[in-house]
C-alpha cells in the first residue's frame, strides 16, 4: 500500500492533544447544541481563542460554539503540523527570552478590569540554529496568543522600520530583562526612532480608518440585504439593483452604480466567509445564511470598539513622538477619557472615524516640525546585533552554563520533507 509522504513524521502526534493556535481549522468530533440549533459531529470551523481547556471555534455556517480540547481536531495534515512546530519551537526556545514588556492596554494606561494581560518580547537563537541547513523559527506564539517573541534579528528590522509594536516592547513601562542581551537592546533603543513613525503609526492608522468606514458600510448593506434575502427570491442582480437605489451610490452611469453594488455584495459574503459563517464564498451561501439567521447578525470583528480607539491611540501617540522627540506610552488626559469611553462602546463609530480623520492635520504639522531624525541609526543597530549574535557565538563555543550555552535546545537535523501544494494547511 503506498503511503503519504506528507505523514511522515506525524505518527507521534497526538491530534486531539496537540495545541492549537488561533486561526487553525479543526473538525469536531462531538455533536453540539447552540440554541436551539444542533451543530452535527465532523461540522468544521476555524479557532478563534482558547481559555484553559476550553476552545472557542467559529463554525461555518453557525457562530461560535465552546468546545473541549479533546472535541475537535486539526482538519488537515498542515494545520496539524503546524501546530505541532509551534509548541515545539515554544517549549525548546522560551528559555532564550532576553527581554520582555507587557504591551497593549496595561502599557497605555486604557485598563480595565476585564483587560488581558499581554506580553510580547525578543529571543536570541542559540549560536548551533543559525549555522545549518534547517530554517530556525523567527517567531514564538504562546498557545493562547497572548505570548508573542520574536528572533532578535526579525525584532530589530521591523523595528527599523518603525513597526508600533516592536517600539513598543522596546519603550514599555513595565519590562522585564532576562539577559545582558535585552539590557543592549533597551539602551540602544532610540537608535530605532525616526521620523518614519510618522508613516508607520500615524498615515497606517489613518489609512485602517478608511478602511473602517468601508466596512461599517458593508455592514449597513449587510442588514439591508438579509431583510431581503430572507423574505424574497432575488438574483445577484436584482439585489444590487435595490442596493443601488436604497444606499443612494453614486456612479456616472446607471450601470456603473449596479456594479458597485454588486462589488459590495461580493464583498459582503467574502467577507462572511472569511469569518466562517458561510460555508463558501458565493451568493447562495448569503441568501441560505439570510433564511436561517436573525438579520442582525454579530458586528465584523473589524467595527468593535478595540479596533476603533487602537487607530486613534496609534494617531495620537504619533502625534506627541513626533512633536516632542520622546514617547510616553502611556496615554494622556484629555485623549485617554476619550478612549476609555470609545473602547466602552459609548461614541458611535462614525464619529471616532470622523475624531481620527480631524487628527490627521495635527499629525502633519508635528512631522513638518519634529526634532526626530529622518531616518533610524542603522550603523549603530548593525553593530547591535553583531554583538549579540558574537555573544551567542562565545557562549556556545566556550560551553558557558545557560541556554544558550551548555544547555541550549538540540535543533532537529536536516531532511527531505516530500510534500504537493495540497499539503499546505
Partial sequence: MP????????????PEAVPLPRGTEVTTRVDRLAGERRIPQGAMGRVVKIEGDAVHVQ???VGEAVYARDEVTPRTSGQLRFARQREAAWNQLWPCVVLEAVVGS??????????????????????SWTTGLVAAPDDL????????????G????????????TLEVLFAPEVEVRDPMGEWLREARDAFVSAEIYGSFGRYALSQAKKLRQSLRLARHRTLLLEWLRGERLTLDAAAARLADA??????????RRLRAREYIKQLYRSLHDQALIPEANFDSLVALARRQPAELELPGELRPKNAYNLVRLIGTAIEWLRTGTVDLCVPEPLRG?????????????????????????????RQSTPLPPRADVARVDRLLRRIREEAARRWIQREPGPLGADAPTLAEAQWHLHDSKSKG
Fill in 338 to 366: 476619550r478612549l476609555l469611553a470609545i473602547k466602552r462602546g459609548e461614541v458611535p463609530l462614525e464619529e471616532v472615524l470622523d475624531h481620527a480623520d480631524e487628527l490627521a492635520a495635527e499629525l502633519e504639522a508635528a
Fill in 141 to 152: 506564539v504562546s498557545a493562547d496568543g497572548s505570548a508573542a517573541y520574536w528572533e532578535v
Fill in 154 to 165: 526579525k525584532a530589530v528590522r521591523q523595528a527599523l522600520r518603525a513597526d508600533p509594536n
Fill in 59 to 61: 463554525v461555518v455556517g
Fill in 106 to 127: 496595561r502599557a497605555w494606561g486604557l485598563a480595565d478590569d476585564a483587560s488581558d494581560t499581554d506580553r510580547r518580547g525578543i529571543f536570541v537563537l542559540p549560536f
Fill in 247 to 256: 444606499t443612494g451610490l453614486e456612479a456616472p452611469t446607471e450601470a456603473d
Fill in 3 to 14: 503511503t503519504d509522504p506528507r505523514l511522515r513524521g506525524l505518527h507521534d502526534i497526538d
